[in-house]
């Protein structure tokens, strides 16, 4: 390949070959820690023994075979090749670790807290948690993930605290994993979730290095894909979907009001439009008389009826969210605002669509970007809950809310209940759910995570 660089070194008569990929390693570090001591050494003892000795790198290693030779080369580390019978190579650890700033992700923004990302580079982001979590029982595994790409991918967890179940369940999971070339996290999150297609994500993700450590501390492990901004933590459990960082430096009687809020605002995107077809399309006559009247004279004239219209609408305003993701970040924006306004107000006088069905379906749409990890997964449930509604009626939607609910607590990550901490029930686990205590009232681990009881802080004196 047009990038990989050998170099031959003259060093009194014994040949020596450094071998490196172009801008993936450091010409500066080759020169300072490998071409300038092994110069310095020939000139003051005239011969060159062991080089490895010599190179003034923090990270020498030698190895035995072409193999593991390639493996360090690919890996970033360039190979001393030189006529030895005890070694095949010395590999010194020169990566260029040039790479994009830990700035503040855009998907996880807070007022207050750390404005601090994770990046491109595997070893930037172990770095990260490191420096947050300094405890020796923190544990780092590497493994090699792709056929062909060969990506670093880092297990990290704290011994002692996570479940040696869970982490040996994530080595199973990894290790069975085949496929050429990883590009993303992503990839891994889709292979080591539980189920075949899951709708709902059993594996939690984030830019975030605070929100992680904070995981990693309530005993899940966290998955760094080198490559990847994006770290992936198990289990993962669907209230921590409610769960924002910025909760914990609040106010507990706030941020308490906050959860349910969100709470309230989900199941307001899921079930409003589809108990509003229900009533109106099989139940006209269990509505308020007024909203009833209301309707009826906004939707006189109509093409379609309330089931067909509220589709169509949500359909329509997909489409034009997924236009704004997909434009330049510059006008996104500005073409999702504006076409939904053009489209909803023209809908309107040209006799297509109703008011009041458009406030159902906006006040819905809105509520679901209110829980961002469980945004795509809503929209498909909402769609089922319509459809059997507008065909059942009443019958139809108490039905997919109760096969919802047992589908979801039949559910697990890992091993570990999905509904926790309903089902099972736990005092404990409630304290951070649905509503926030205080911090130091968290006194224990979550016990359905670590399966062992361990006290992480203590509570606070009533007088300070």
Known sequence: MDDLIVREVDLGGKMIAIIYISNFCSKDMISRQILFPLREALNAAGEVEKTESIITSAAVNTVSSAQEAEEMLLSGSAVVIEDRPD????????????????????????????????????????????????????????????????????????????????????????????????????????????????????????????????????????????????????????????????????????????????????FLALYLPAIFVALEVKHHELMAPQIADAVDKARENLPFSVFWEVIVIFLIFEIVREVGLRMPKAVGSAVGLVGSLILGDSAIEAGVASAPVLIVVALAAVCNFIVPPYMHPNILYRFIMIIVSGTFGLFGFFAGVFIGFAVMASKSSFGVPYFYPFAPISVEGMKDFPIMTPIWEMTKVPRAIVSKDITRAKRKEEKQ
């Open 87 to 266: 070694i095949f190579a010395v590999t010194v650890a020169v990566k260029n670790e040039e790479g994009r700033t830990g700035n503040e992700p855009e998907t996880e923004n807070v007022i207050r807290g750390p404005h601090e990302g994770f990046t491109e580079s595997g070893e930037a982001n172990a770095m990260l948690l490191r420096r947050r979590i300094r405890s020796t029982g923190l544990k780092k595994e590497v493994f090699k993930i792709g056929d062909r790409s060969r990506t670093d991918v880092a297990l990290m967890y704290i011994e002692g605290i996570a479940d040696e179940k869970v982490i040996d369940e994530v080595r199973r999971r990894l290790y069975a994993i085949r496929i050429d070339g990883v590009a993303d996290s992503g990839i891994i999150e889709t292979y080591i979730q539980d189920g075949i297609r899951p709708m709902y994500p059993t594996v939690g993700n984030s830019e975030r290095p605070d929100k992680v450590a904070a995981k990693i501390l309530e005993g899940r492990a966290a998955i760094i894909v080198d490559g990847s901004p994006v770290v992936l933590t198990v289990p993962y459990l669907f209230c921590e979907g409610f769960q924002v960082a910025e909760d914990y430096s609040k106010s507990t009687w706030y941020a308490g009001f906050i959860r349910l809020l969100r709470l309230f605002s989900y």
